[in-house]
């Protein structure tokens, strides 16, 4: 038997969403209803700022989004900083996950490629997560962010893989029509063990078709 050079070697994996979540939301409900916003607001105003969308694409820093918050609720320096630690208070890493990704190497590459600011590499370097991948992929670094076809071309390229070779897992369904738009294979974050049990039948059926 032979194998096609198409089979599956990587998988690329997302971080806010799918390998880092907000396991515990009290602080920021409790924000929420200091600043007098609706469920999700905060998130929003966060994330979906202006600032935030210059960030992510290295054009801005994490201190200019802070500030963007700071002024739209007209905080001072002292709450402004305590909305920041609040705000990551609730999150953490999914160590099955990591652990998963783990024991798929040597033999099936690991990937990041996330849509993040431009200190998240010290981060994930303090966390030492940065261990677990093969290629990370920095939206701020590159200059594009999903789903911009161009980062996952990025990806791609640093592992010297088609399209076809990888697996992209995100808990966006318009970043997973992107990937696959581009020839990847697309697995929609569920719930870790659904997540894990998806990426595992889809290692299985192109393994299987694969090998001729």
Known sequence: MTERSTRLQAVCWDMGGVLLRTFDWRKRRMWERRLRLSPGALEREVFDGPASRLAMLGRATSADVWQEVARLHALSDDEARTLRADFFAGDRLDDELLAYIASLRPTIRAALIS?????????????GTNAFFDEIVISAEVGAAKPDPWIYKIALDRLKLPAEAAAFVDDMPRNLEAARAIGMHAVLFNGTRRTIEAVEMTLREEDHLGRV
Request: charged share 25%; hydrophobic share 55%.
């Open 115 to 127: 849509n993040a600011w431009p200190d998240v590499r010290l981060a994930l370097g303090e966390a």
